[in-house]
């Protein structure tokens, strides 16, 4: 039998397994994919627009350096927004929101069936990947890095997202998943 998403946790279930990626496998894994997706953009576009904007004089290369920092707060919070909403739409409930630093998590209370639990993982990076990729290739220049530097913020970020999905479909059919933004609990019959 295929469980189904529900709000609280059924009777005669527990928690098989707690997912917690750590700090220093999430930042390998985030610099693996940014080293991957750079070598990428260099190879697609090279860097001479980033010369560029050191021979034009520092005040272009301020005003780049604070859009980048910009596209990256942006880009990585609506990731997590577009979590909150995949969360909203699969389980009815309020989605949780949590704040480490910068960083923004978006999780729920609910108890999500392996599908849902794979569809509101994935489904915010594989958008915002297609988004960037969509950017990347619509723009040159100064232009396509900030694009290209949103798509590694939302790659980087993603990680734990395609770890977690990776757990939650190696989980039994009838498994539950909980996902938290920075753990999730799997949950199975006794």
């Given at each position: ?33 940014y080293a991957a997706l750079l070598a990428l953009g260099w190879f697609w576009r090279g860097f001479g627009a980033l010369s560029a904007l050191q021979r034009d004089g520092m005040t272009y290369y301020a005003l780049f350096a604070l859009a980048l920092v910009a596209a990256l707060l942006a880009f990585s919070w609506l990731h997590q927004l577009t ?108």
């Open positions: 039998m295929i469980m189904r998403t529900v709000k609280e946790l059924p009777q005669g279930y527990a928690q098989k397994d707690y997912v917690n990626l750590n700090a220093r496998t999430a930042n390998l894994v985030s610099f693996l994919l979590h909150a909403l995949a969360l909203r739409l699969l389980t009815g409930a309020a989605p949780l929101f949590a704040r480490r630093g910068l960083r923004l998590f978006v999780g729920s209370g609910a108890y999500l069936c392996r599908r849902d639990a794979v569809l509101a993982l994935l489904l915010p990076p594989l958008f915002w990947l297609a988004a960037g990729v969509t950017a990347c290739a619509l723009t040159d220049g100064v232009w396509f890095w900030l694009a290209m530097t949103a798509l590694l913020a939302n790659s980087g970020g993603a990680a734990d997202d395609f770890y977690f999905a990776l757990c939650a479909l190696r989980a039994p059919g009838t498994a539950l998943v909980q996902y938290r933004g920075y753990a999730a609990g799997i949950f199975t019959e006794e």
